[in-house]
């Protein structure tokens, strides 16, 4: 398969080691430096562009990519505000978006499993929740994007909380997101619940940004050739 990358930093040179590896041709690779390349040949021949860069210019990349008949697999967060304006412009250009605020295989059963301890949750009113996500210092938003996505995972679940807060419980009804920016983490999410007489926790932990490209290749593999919003409940079936 023939894939462009947009965004050549650590994220896109791991990537790109990872789709030669199974096999695929790297035909373009756009950074701040040649965006020109957007309307190049080489990058118009590319089945899917595999975007990795910052929300400040996410959407332009996506609508540049379109623009050349490009699908495009993205993992960029801190924009999804425009998101529901987007789904509409896709589906009225007839184009492809594969989105999802993280990649990781592991990450997803994580997703998973926080849904279904929240329902069981909803049950024991006694338990508060809260969230940690810990990332390195060259992350830009925050929260992250995976720990919205599991917060709103908990929100479609827990009916004693109605929105997230950054930091605190400013009421009963918000649920804290604390965000931490340290070191080379790669991520680091963590659902705690409180009651008077335990506490229940479950961890995700990654070690290397490999199972994030890891991820992003295999949906690149399946969004060739589809139209429309994809995500990893499509890819995965969840």
Same mark, same amino acid.
């Given at each position: 398969?023939?894939?462009?990358?947009?965004?050549?930093? $650590?994220?896109?040179?791991?990537?790109?080691?990872?789709?030669?590896? =199974?096999?695929?041709?790297?035909?373009?690779?756009?950074?701040?430096?040649?965006?020109?390349?957007?309307?190049?040949?080489?990058? $118009?021949?590319?089945?899917?562009?595999?975007?990795?860069?910052?929300? &400040?210019?996410?959407?332009?990349?996506?609508? =540049?990519?379109?623009?050349?008949?490009? *699908?495009?697999?993205?993992?960029?967060?801190?924009?999804?505000?425009?998101?529901?304006?987007?789904? $509409?412009?896709?589906?009225?250009?007839?184009?492809?978006?594969?989105?999802?605020?993280?990649?990781?295989?592991?990450?997803?059963?994580?997703?998973?499993?926080?849904?279904?301890? &929240?329902?069981?949750?909803?049950?024991?009113?006694?338990?508060?929740?809260?969230?940690?996500?810990?990332?390195?210092?060259?992350?830009?938003? *925050?929260?992250?994007?995976?720990?919205?996505?599991?917060?709103?995972?908990?929100?479609?679940?827990?009916? =004693?909380? #109605?929105?997230?807060?950054?930091?605190?419980?400013?009421?009963?009804?918000?649920?804290?997101?604390?965000?931490?920016?340290?070191?080379?983490?790669?991520?680091?999410?963590?659902?705690?619940?409180?009651?008077?007489?335990?506490?229940?926790?479950?961890?995700?932990?990654?070690?290397? =940004?490999?199972?994030?490209?890891?991820?992003?290749?295999?949906? &690149?593999?399946?969004?060739?050739?589809?139209?429309?919003?994809?995500?990893? #409940?499509?890819?995965?079936?969840?």
């Amino acid at each position: 398969m023939k894939i462009a990358l947009i965004g050549y930093g $650590k994220m896109g040179k791991t990537i790109e080691r990872i789709a030669i590896e =199974r096999g695929h041709e790297i035909v373009s690779v756009i950074d701040v430096d040649n965006l020109d390349d957007f309307d190049s040949e080489a990058f $118009k021949s590319a089945e899917v562009a595999i975007e990795f860069t910052v929300p &400040a210019v996410a959407l332009s990349n996506y609508r =540049r990519a379109f623009a050349s008949g490009v *699908a495009v697999v993205s993992g960029t967060t801190g924009w999804t505000e425009e998101l529901p304006a987007l789904k $509409k412009e896709i589906e009225a250009g007839g184009s492809t978006l594969f989105w999802s605020s993280n990649f990781s295989i592991g990450v997803n059963i994580f997703m998973v499993v926080n849904k279904h301890l &929240a329902a069981i949750m909803n049950q024991f009113p006694s338990y508060n929740v809260e969230m940690t996500e810990v990332h390195h210092t060259q992350k830009l938003d *925050a929260p992250s994007g995976t720990a919205i996505t599991l917060a709103e995972g908990i929100l479609e679940n827990l009916d =004693r909380k #109605n929105t997230w807060s950054k930091e605190v419980e400013t009421k009963p009804t918000d649920m804290a997101i604390k965000s931490i920016r340290e070191g080379q983490v790669p991520g680091i999410h963590t659902i705690h619940y409180e009651s008077e007489v335990d506490s229940i926790t479950i961890t995700h932990d990654a070690k290397s =940004r490999e199972g994030f490209a890891l991820g992003a290749v295999v949906a &690149a593999e399946f969004t060739a050739g589809k139209k429309g919003f994809l995500g990893m #409940n499509d890819l995965f079936k969840f």
